[in-house]
T-cell receptor, first 115, second 111 residues
Framework: DTEVTQTPKHLVMGMTNKKSLKCEQHMGHRAMYWYKQKAKKPPELMFVYSYEKLSINESVPSRFSPECPNSSLLNLHLHALQPEDSALYLC??????????????FGSGTRLTVV | GESVGLHLPTLSVQEGDNSIINCAYSNSASDYFIWYKQESGKGPQFIIDIRSNMDKRQGQRVTVLLNKTVKHLSLQIAATQPGDSAVYFCAETNTGNQFYFGTGTSLTVIP
């Protein structure tokens, strides 16, 4: 299995809703990431988990709450979002060590619309 | 954050021609670079990578060139095909856990 699976593919939520984005990989990668991508822009790093521990939080607002229940799963809990949070949310995984190829494997993303 | 930018936001090429996509980076400590391809509605897909101890690396129809002196990276696609139409991002890191992405170049292949 060489894929990163993200669910749901599309999500529409109101500003008072609570929802979660899910990401799963079975490649044995021990680093997982959340990126946010606005239309026609590059992905922007949000969070990095390394060995199931949060190692980087790029000053993301607290209405985004990541969780890494185990080495294969990564969640992003959403609460009280704003319309400007509408974007494509990408999950990625990689080997955390600096071996021959430690590029990311990306999922297809969740297209989030906040109304 | 880091600054990784591209010289051209859009590029149109005739099918069969070669494409060159450029990228400038600002962190001289970056030691690993990746080119990603992103098609509409999909996540970025790894194309080719290069380490800072190399100047050139070739893959299938793609070549990445690294000029550390001027902090410049380029992606060359040979015999460009319609399926190559996508947005291309360069990304750099010096830690392995944080990749910074360039602005992106939208490549359109004209049949």
């Amino acid at each position: 299995d060489t894929e990163v699976t993200q669910t749901p593919k599309h999500l529409v939520m109101g500003m008072t809703n609570k929802k979660s984005l899910k990401c799963e990989q079975h490649m044995g990668h021990r680093a997982m990431y959340w990126y946010k991508q606005k239309a026609k822009k590059p992905p922007e790093l949000m969070f990095v988990y390394s060995y199931e521990k949060l190692s980087i939080n790029e000053s993301v607002p607290s209405r985004f709450s990541p969780e890494c229940p185990n080495s294969s799963l990564l969640n992003l809990h959403l609460h009280a979002l704003q319309p400007e949070d509408s974007a494509l949310y990408l999950c990625a995984s990689s080997r955390p060590d600096r071996t021959s190829n430690y590029g990311y494997t990306f999922g297809s993303g969740t297209r989030l619309t906040v109304v | 954050g880091e600054s990784v930018g591209l010289h051209l936001p859009t590029l149109s090429v005739q099918e069969g021609d070669n494409s060159i996509i450029n990228c400038a980076y600002s962190n001289s400590a970056s030691d690993y670079f990746i080119w990603y391809k992103q098609e509409s509605g999909k996540g970025p897909q790894f194309i080719i990578d290069i380490r800072s101890n190399m100047d050139k690396r070739q893959g299938q129809r793609v070549t990445v060139l690294l000029n550390k002196t001027v902090k410049h990276l380029s992606l060359q696609i040979a015999a460009t095909q319609p399926g190559d139409s996508a947005v291309y991002f360069c990304a750099e890191t010096n830690t392995g856990n944080q990749f910074y992405f360039g602005t992106g170049t939208s490549l359109t292949v004209i049949p």
